[in-house]
Nanobody
Framework: QVQLVESGGGLVQPGGSLRLSCAASGSFFSIGNMGWHCQAPGKQRELVATITSGGITNYADSVKGRFTISRDNAKNTVYLQMNSLKTEDTAVYYC???????????????WGQGTQVTVSS
């Protein structure tokens, strides 16, 4: 099994910054893509950013230029630096990781428990 533990959410004023972290632990052979989704009240979960094991990144248009995703493969951890936060960024943020149990096995997706980000004055 794989566990993802998130941290770094909280309350911040518009224009402020937060840094989310998500550490993967448990039994796995390797980790492929990692990333973040968010879900605002009354809305579906949507992609925020992804990063491959090689460091290639992809962002939702709404966060380009404001958010930066990164990872530390030695620590099995993915980060989301969130700058110039807006009230519409308020949501629960979930990290995910695609892991393999062995070299020959397919990837399985695991999710964190979610961390609340609230942007409000």
């Amino acid at each position: 099994q794989v566990q993802l533990v998130e941290s770094g959410g909280g309350l911040v004023q518009p224009g402020g910054s937060l840094r989310l972290s998500c550490a993967a632990s448990g039994s796995f052979f390797s980790i492929g893509n990692m990333g973040w989704h968010c879900q605002a009240p009354g809305k579906q979960r949507e992609l925020v950013a992804t990063i491959t094991s090689g460091g290639i990144t992809n962002y939702a248009d709404s966060v380009k230029g404001r958010f930066t995703i990164s990872r530390d493969n030695a620590k099995n951890t993915v980060y989301l630096q969130m700058n110039s936060l807006k009230t519409e960024d308020t949501a629960v943020y979930y990290c995910y990781a695609n892991t393999k149990a062995s070299m020959a096995s397919p990837y399985s997706t695991y999710w964190g428990q979610g961390t609340q980000v609230t942007v409000s004055s």
